[in-house]
């Protein structure tokens, strides 16, 4: 058993304004992750959600980016870097990342 972390990076499949995000942009962050990491998995479905920020009511459709990696403090810090990469090449006032630790058998 090898203790590692995952993430799940949920991606906008459209920007705040509702036109469609190119899939150029999911790309180079698929193609980012797997340069660092040696490896991602994504989810074909649409996780769609809907939030409020200052009264602006804002519904998504988002695509889920699974990603095992080692538990460390590099990881981390990749992982928290590339959040606000993410924030500017997505247009988005956040992203939406969890994290949980979980052993590989």
Known sequence: MSVRR???ILLPLQFNDGRPVPESLLWQTVE???ARFHGVSWENQIVRGI?????????????RLILDVPDSAGSREFI?????RLKTRFQQLDIWITSHLIDVI
């Open 6 to 8: 995952r993430y799940e």
């Open 32 to 34: 980012e992750l797997e």
């Open 51 to 63: 939030w409020q920020e200052s009264g602006v009511i804002y519904r998504d459709n988002n695509t």
């Open 80 to 84: 928290t870097n590339l959040k606000q």
